[in-house]
């Protein structure tokens, strides 16, 4: 067992995950930006942050070390050299044309105090006043004038499950759907290509960033350590699930078996996490909504070795998960109780969104009162962390943390 990177399924104990405390890029989220930013509305930060400590602080106190990304990648940064080549990556990958401005942006960025103030202000984006206060420029002729940002800021980055995923020992970096997300990707490039923990352990990387069909890490489920999940959805592309199949069965990790979920392309269901989440050996939260449209296919080895063999599952879904886990019964726990109203309310606000912090214990949002109360019933031990302005971004507890290490089972 590698004791750098190790998620053999999605159930095994938690020991170590990686977040990102909601930063000042929420407060550069303006009305305009929404739709283009992937928000819905436009969270109170200082409520935002109160309830992001809390979920923190739910998984340590139950034995979860908790690292976050701004400090890993400020952390991976540490060589001059190193340091300059993703400033200037970075640079290249925002709107900015002239090139009297991106070496202007370059300096300014260079010369913060420390690595982890450079990070954060990335992340937050660069205010036009923030280069003018900086160096009495006039911008107007560099930049739309009536545009007020040099840099976007990031506001979907406390979403920390989708830009990269742990999958066994690896890593799959994902490239995503929208230009916004895509910009995120660069962190966690730097965190597994430089810092300290990760560079000199021959990570395998089963998806990078500059592959150009996209997949996003809500699509990526290890149901174990014979079994993925991978949604083809609004973010990931059918031909990425075949490209990472290949790739993860020619490098022999344990997977056996790959099953592609084929579920509505809408932007409440954006990813397979939002709609499926496995909370125990044999159950999962589901929504009612998915169930008639799913299509579940099953991609293994061929026999030769050579490519992957793609099949369509002709049962349903409790029985196609039976099968491929070994199990005799899988009970589906329905978003809402299975009730229209209560099932699509509680779904847009990550009601089938849990993470699992060990087999029948899980992570919840306070405010699916309707849905949490089936878990219980069902024998499932929560842990309810509050959710008014968290969950404005439409992502759950699974969405804002990315596992690096769980126990095997
Ligand atoms: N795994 C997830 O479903 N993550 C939630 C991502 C929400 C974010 N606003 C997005 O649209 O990408």
Redesign the pocket.
């Known amino acids: 067992m590698s004791d750098i990177l190790n998620v053999y399924s999605e159930i095994g104990r938690l020991k170590k995950v990686m977040l990102h405390r909601p930063g000042n890029e929420i407060e550069n989220l303006t009305p305009d930006l929404m739709d283009r930013l ?2 819905d509305d436009i969270p109170y930060l200082k409520v935002a942050r109160e309830e992001h400590d809390f979920f923190a602080k739910t998984l340590r106190e139950n034995g979860v070390e908790v690292v976050y990304l701004e400090d890993l990648v400020a952390e991976a940064i540490e060589d001059e050299k190193v340091k300059e080549k993703f400033v200037d990556e970075f640079i290249a990958e925002t709107s900015i044309e002239s090139h009297r401005l991106r070496e202007l942006v370059k300096k300014y960025l260079l010369e913060f105090k420390s690595n982890k103030a450079m990070v954060d202000k990335m992340m937050e984006g660069i205010r036009k006043e923030d280069i003018q206060t900086y160096e009495r420029v006039h911008l107007s002729d560099m930049v739309g004038t009536l545009y007020p940002f040099v840099v976007d800021p990031m506001p ?1 980055l406390y ?1 920390t ?2 830009p990269f995923s742990t999958i066994g020992s690896g890593i799959s970096l994902n490239h995503m759907r929208t230009v916004t ?1 895509n910009r995120e990707t660069l962190f966690s490039k730097y965190v597994f290509s430089y810092h300290p923990d990760y560079k000199n352990e021959n990570i395998p990387f089963w998806y990078d960033r500059d592959d150009t069909t996209s997949i996003e ?2 699509d990526q489920l290890v149901l174990s350590k014979k079994v993925l999940a991978i949604g083809i959805s609004e973010r990931t592309d059918a031909s990425s699930v075949e490209k990472i199949a290949k790739r993860i069965f020619e490098h022999n990790e344990k997977f056996e078996t790959i099953l592609a979920f084929d579920i509505p392309k809408k932007r409440a269901f ?2 397979l ?2 709609v499926f989440t496995m909370v125990d050996y044999d159950k999962f939260t589901i929504h009612p909504e998915i169930e008639g449209p799913l299509t579940v296919y099953s991609i293994k080895k061929a026999q030769n070795n050579e490519g992957i063999v793609i099949e369509k599952e002709q049962m349903i879904l409790e029985e196609i998960l039976a099968k491929y886990l070994e199990l005799e019964k899988v009970t589906l726990i329905r978003c809402g109780g299975g009730n229209m109203v209560d099932a699509g309310r509680e779904q847009w606000n990550d009601g089938s ?1 849990t993470l699992a912090i060990a087999p029948g214990e899980v992570v919840v949002y306070s405010r699916n009162h309707v849905t949490n109360k089936l878990l219980v019933e069902h024998g499932i031990k929560l842990h309810v962390i509050p959710s008014s302005e968290l969950s404005r ?3 759950g507890p ?2 804002m943390s990315m596992p690096l290490i769980r126990e095997e089972l």
Do not use: E
Request: proline fraction near 0%; aromatic fraction near 10%; charge should be positive.
């Open positions: 992937l928000f979907n979403f499950r989708d997300r890490g809500g954006m990813h996490d939002t969104n971004g439409r992502g699974r969405c």
